[in-house]
């Protein structure tokens, strides 16, 4: 037991101490350190600890910048328990229970545990088999160790486990959960956070969750059992974990899940030159089998970020949505003379597209793929012409189905549903709500999440989608046209939807609550010049979806914003939507004069809405 009770120094010298504070009982709490760091499974962390706690209570008088710096950063790691909800855990990696480690992960492995065997009893119990769950693992920092950790806590509770083979994308994992009629998943990932952060995504099935969301991830009640089961489990050191006894499964998983996005497949010619690329993540291997066997042969990964690397190393943030995540991919297709650009975020379940687009060019300063006119397609541009292109198989096979899209995003799919009389469904953000809509056939997130395939995925997929997008493109290419001309199709049959977003990232996880409440108590009067028509709080419930933290706002010319704080990342984001009326006959030149119009509007609204929310 590590000895905490001696060697405090008096209230005088600890007054003297810019990091202490007499409300609280300095004493307790380093003992409360100490005593996590004796039940702490990893001796790293328990280093880790051990120095920030001597710093801590370091009696010399000279260090008390260090002290006070130490001292803030055990408070941090010790404000409580890492959060379980929704989207699992996710937090920076590092000791304590407010970060992702393995005592964290082991203890959340044993609350699952328990949670399957109260839901489903104990093997023999009635004739029940064993609760069985599959566990996949990416290649960031740490993940395959706390995936075995997961692995060796679940089977000494009595776990049937299935480990997949390697770190793979996390739509093989969902895939897995299906296929394998496994009662729950974990796939430890942090998608496309930065190279600090780890995270811990359960998804529920076979017998547990039997109806739409059968393998999708949590949803209430699901995640507060998980929670309540994790914080009745007790110290790490003392969950039991075997030292073998689960079952590591072979690379027919793997191929299984390529042949069911293959079947996706429209097996027409292929014309199309195609630059891909993983940003460092576990999607390049997967995504250059499916695409060869689709029978594209001219594809182009971009090299320096082909192999997993957990560092990141070429992008400041692996995400294809952060500025110049995508620059050296765009450099790639330009020299190349691509005709697409194929982005995986690091866990694959995302996917990018960039395409030519000579309207965007300047043409002017240093050239570069973007000033030629290189540019990123937003998601909701990228969910419609899915979506349309979904319907349509749909629709001219006599089927029916529902697309569906978060709150978010962009209102044009509600309208691609009704000229292909399909159903439409609106839910809140995240895929966990979009994956169990009834008789889905299509669902999308504007963060570039797609779901094509929902009968063997549920869940957003971003290898399957970029199938599906390269087969258009090449459908669109052997009638000389491109994926820009479908967007224009899209215009002139619903209206120009213009679609951007505004966020702001913070350190100081209290501002996002200040941003959200000093929204509510001052919304905008204009936006662009138009009229704020109608100011909605979501956290009320809006339009039959249940109350999420969020705020929507509608002008008079049919502009929208809708902001809320993310659930993954520390940001407020704004959700921007222009609208303009289309002849059904615009040419060339009116649809680019009407996104010249939208974009202005846009940028206004923009700049507008940086002034209400005070960033």
Excluded at 305 to 317: G, R, T
Excluded at 459 to 472: H, M, P, R
Excluded at 526 to 540: E, I, M, N, P, R
Aim: aromatic share 4%; with cysteine; proline share 6%.
């Amino acid at each position: 037991m590590t000895d905490r009770t001696t060697g405090y120094r008096d209230a005088a010298d600890a007054a003297d101490d810019p990091a202490f504070d007499p409300g609280t009982d300095r004493s307790a709490f380093l003992e409360r350190v100490a005593a996590w760091i004796d039940d702490d499974v990893d001796a790293g962390d328990q280093d880790e600890l051990r120095r920030l706690l001597d710093l801590a209570d370091s009696p010399d008088p000279r260090k008390h910048d260090v002290r006070a710096a130490a001292l803030a950063e055990l408070q941090d790691r010790f404000s409580g328990p890492l959060e379980f909800g929704t989207a699992g855990l996710r937090g920076r990696m590092a000791a304590g229970p407010h970060r992702m480690n393995r005592a964290v992960v082991i203890r959340a492995a044993a609350g699952l545990g328990a949670f399957l065997l109260d839901a489903l009893g104990p093997a023999g119990a009635g004739g029940a088999s064993r609760p069985r769950v599959v566990v996949g693992f990416d290649a960031r920092h740490r993940s395959r160790t706390f995936a075995v950790d997961s692995a060796a806590v679940l089977t000494a509770a009595g776990v049937e486990v299935l480990v997949l083979p390697s770190a793979l994308p996390t739509p093989v994992l969902a895939f897995a959960v299906r296929r394998l009629g496994a009662d729950a998943g974990v796939m430890v990932t942090a998608s496309h956070n930065p190279p600090a952060d780890n995270g811990y995504k359960v998804y529920l099935g076979g017998r547990v969750v039997t109806d739409s969301g059968q393998g999708a991830q949590i949803v209430p009640p699901y995640d507060a059992r998980i929670a309540a089961a994790i914080a009745a489990v007790g110290p790490a050191r003392a969950v039991p974990r075997a030292g073998s006894g689960w079952t590591v499964l072979g690379h027919d998983v793997v191929d299984a899940y390529v042949r069911s996005v293959l079947a996706l497949s429209d097996g027409a010619p292929r014309r199309l030159k195609v630059v891909t690329t993983a940003l460092h993540g576990v999607g390049g291997e997967t995504v250059a089998h499916v695409l060869r066997d689709a029978g594209f042969t001219t594809v182009v990964p971009v090299e320096e970020q082909l192999d997993p690397n957990p560092d990141f190393p070429s992008v400041a943030f692996p995400n294809p949505e952060e500025p110049g995540a995508m620059d050296l991919a765009l450099a790639v297709a330009q020299d190349a003379g691509a005709d697409v650009v194929l982005a995986n975020d690091p866990d694959a379940d995302r996917c990018a597209v960039a395409v030519f687009d000579p309207r965007v060019g300047t043409y002017q300063g240093a050239e570069t793929a973007r000033s030629n006119g290189w540019r990123m397609l937003h998601g909701d541009e990228v969910g419609a012409l899915l979506g349309d292109d979904v319907a349509r198989r749909v629709a001219a096979s006599g089927g029916q189905g529902v697309l569906a899209c978060s709150v978010v995003s962009s209102r044009l799919l509600g309208k691609i549903a009704a000229a292909h009389g399909l159903g439409f469904a609106t839910t809140l953000t995240g895929f966990k709500w979009i994956s169990r809509v009834d008789g889905l056939v299509f669902g999308y997130e504007e963060a570039l999440g797609y779901c094509v395939d929902p009968a063997h995925v549920r869940d957003k997929d971003g290898i399957s989608a970029a199938l599906l997008v390269a087969q258009l493109a090449n459908r669109l290419k052997a009638e000389g046209r491109t994926l820009v001309d479908a967007l224009d199709d899209l215009a002139r049959q619903h209206g120009l939807h213009v679609s951007d977003q505004l966020s702001a990232r913070f350190t100081d996880l209290d501002r996002i609550g200040d941003t959200m409440a000093h929204l509510r108590s001052a919304p905008p009067r204009t936006l662009a010049g138009a009229g704020v028509s109608d100011v909605a709080d979501l956290s009320a419930g809006l339009d039959g979806l249940p109350p999420t933290d969020g705020v929507r706002i509608l002008t008079a010319d049919g502009t929208r914003v809708i902001v809320r704080p993310s659930g993954t990342e520390p940001k407020v984001k704004c959700y921007l939507e222009v609208v303009l009326p289309v002849a059904p006959d615009a040419s060339h030149d009116d649809l680019t004069a009407a996104r010249a119009t939208a974009r202005d509007r846009l940028d206004r609204v923009k700049a507008d809405m940086q002034r209400a929310l005070g960033l």
